[in-house]
């Protein structure tokens, strides 16, 4: 069994937001497996699934994105998994929008939900696949002021909503290929710069 969490916000009025693509990869993956993700357990909603011949739990934190971390562990506790188990997916105001990267470890650089994960386990050293949500390079696109709350916390716009749609597929294949190749190869597939040059330590 693997746990594949993605971080978001609970409630209608954060569901297409740019703080929510974590939620929004992981109901990707769910209508890929073809599962509802509507059971609650470990402070979550979950499914389990099979994802590339392998069993999986699914799961969005009910506990609001600053602590996401206590979903995370109870998650962990209940299913008896050691961290390396664990795949989460969220989003990143340091990448643009449209892209991903793919770590085995990390800091939380300014993101509230991997800070919680981070400090409640003890840990930097799990697997994140990181969704681009900040400005593309090649668009002029709305203002992302300092810190990005305002951002992060309001409705896409549809083209916005277009690009994302796309690159959740990209976040269901990574996970897949984490599971089936390790990670190191999802990185060297997926962590691309604009311009197509690998970058596997982004």
């Known amino acids: 069994m693997k746990l594949i969490v993605g971080l978001g ?46 069993e999986v739990l699914l ?8 602590l996401s971390g206590l979903s995370a562990q109870a998650l962990l506790k209940e ?30 650089g300014g993101h509230n939900g991997v800070k919680s994960i981070s400090g409640v386990l003890g840990t930097e ?8 949500v900040g400005k593309q390079p090649t668009t002029t696109g709305r203002e992302i002021k300092a810190g990005g709350t305002s951002y992060l916390l309001a409705p896409m716009r549809k083209m916005e909503l277009g ?4 690159v959740l597929d990209d976040a269901a294949r990574a996970v ?14 997926f962590n691309r710069r604009v311009g197509g040059d ?3 330590k982004a």
Not at 59 to 66: D, G, I, L, Q, W
Not at 183 to 188: D, Q, R, S
């Open 79 to 108: 299913l008896d998994l050691p961290v390396s188990q664990m795949i989460v997916l969220y989003d990143e105001l340091a990448i643009p929008l449209g892209q991903i990267r793919v770590r085995e470890r990390g800091s939380a």
């Open 176 to 189: 897949e290929m984490i599971l089936t190749q390790g990670v190191a190869k999802a990185m060297n597939e």
């Open 163 to 166: 690009v994302l749609d796309e």
């Open 9 to 54: 916000n609970p409630g209608i009025e954060y569901q297409f937001t740019p703080h929510n693509a974590g939620f929004l990869a992981i109901d990707r993956i769910a209508e890929r497996c073809g599962v509802m993700v509507a059971n609650r357990r470990g402070r979550a909603v979950t499914a389990k699934a099979v994802l590339a011949g392998q």
């Open 59 to 66: 799961a969005k934190p009910e506990t609001f994105m600053n």
């Open 125 to 132: 050293e799990w697997i994140r696949v990181r969704i681009g």
């Open 198 to 200: 690998a970058d596997p």
